[in-house]
């Protein structure tokens, strides 16, 4: 078998072994200016298992074909790694991600490089979610867990993003954040046991209307008092005194129930080693459709959901027992059902509540089933990562091999070509992944 070394013009170089005129043995291969290295076995022209190592210093260890990760192999890029199945340049099918530093993993199905079918997602802070993926999001049905709400992670205003789906990006990893979801509280915690708002009833336009009026016959007593007093106020006077008492009332309805409020909530407190679960729907990654979340200490919800957010007809308990029921919109309970109530609109509201509730139910029980899927789809994983683990300590091998292979042929010949160099094709390379073929 001939080999040499061939210089490119770009500053690259390929040593090693070469038959037919195509990179056929043990050989190393050099991208421009010597960045970025591929060493290990080729096979008429393609890379058949090694090593890649980029400019950065991220590497991939294990199969290939046709020029690109093909088969099982491992890749250690930035602080993630990942152990498993490789499709044409791209993660998956079943593969397991891990980061180095916090713990945080994801282990089950993939598609074109992203989180997608079934798999169990572990954050840093331990919390888990399993169930169903699309796109690298969470999407479908699935239960999220927490740990004791002292130990979740605390998500600041500069961490907007989930580590599962930052991480996805393995060409372009910045060193990406951990991050669980329900941005603006502890990781996994969503519901509240107050309510965001009071209810926004009929009567509350009466009541505005009460709060008018006597804000006006308060001005007209204020002008009664001062024309005793010999200190007459023009009608003016009176207006801009009205006018001052409603605007300001006005600013301050505005203010408060601009979601529903009508006062100032302080922030609700939490026991340390309180948890929180939810099972149901999940759409782009956030909780969406009919789900019931649960907290430890007893406060429950059933019903519709958006955004990680109650939203639409649904009931949640108290932890001493109470029931707020009705439909949300934010989080805030605006119209109340209440099933005494005898007109039609009060009933048909109530019958929704029930709908919501009986869904949310039968979510969740489906939602349980996918999880378990998730649990059996990441246990192919894990094999899939120990199998990956043996396929990257034999590229390594063949690797070490190579370039062994390829001291000998540079201490032979040194840097001139040899074996008829000319006469055989040039290698070519494009990279990340890189592809190697030979070309007259």
Sequence with gaps: ????????????????SWEDGKAHGYGVCTGPKCQGEYAGSWHCGFEISGVYT??????????????????IGVEERGRWIYRGEWTQGLKGRYGIRESVKSGAKYEGTWSNGLQD?????????GGTFQGQWLGGMRHGLGVRSSVAYGLASIIGASEER?????????ENDKDTKDIPDNFGTRGGFVLTEKSSGVPAERGSMF?????????????????????????????????????????????????????GDTHFEEPEEIGMDVTENY???????????FGISVRSDGLRYEGEWFGNKRHGFGCTTLPMGDKQEGKWKN?????????????????GRWEKVEQAVHEANSAASLARKKAELAAARTNHARMKGE?????????????AYARLRAKELQARHGNSEIDGANDYRVCYRTYSPITVTLFT
């Excluded at 007209?220 to 009608?235: A, E, H, I, N, Y």
């Excluded at 099972?279 to 459709?289: A, I, M, V």
């Excluded at 805030?332 to 609109?345: A, E, I, N, Q």
């Design 117 to 125: 079918g079934y798999g169990i997602e572990t954050y840093a802070d």
């Design 279 to 289: 099972t149901g729907e999940w759409k782009n990654d956030k909780r969406s459709g």
């Design 387 to 399: 199998q990956a683990d043996q396929a990257a300590e034999l590229a390594s091998q063949e690797a």
């Design 1 to 16: 078998m001939n080999g040499g070394r061939y210089d490119f013009e770009d500053g690259g170089c390929y040593i090693g």
């Design 54 to 71: 980029w400019p950065s210093g991220s590497a991939y260890e294990g199969q290939w074909q046709n020029g690109k990760r093909h088969g």
């Design 162 to 170: 989930r580590a599962s789906l930052t991480s996805l990006h393995s």
């Design 331 to 347: 989080n805030v309970l605006v119209t109340v059902g209440k099933k005494r109530l005898l007109s039609g609109r009060s009933r």
């Design 207 to 259: 009541r505005k209307m009460s709060l008018s009026r006597s804000s006006i016959l308060s001005g007209l007593r204020l002008k009664v008092k001062k024309r005793k007093d010999g200190t007459l106020s023009s009608s003016s006077s009176i207006r801009s005194n009205t006018s001052t008492v409603s605007s300001t009332n006005s600013m301050t309805l505005s203010e408060n129930t601009a979601n």
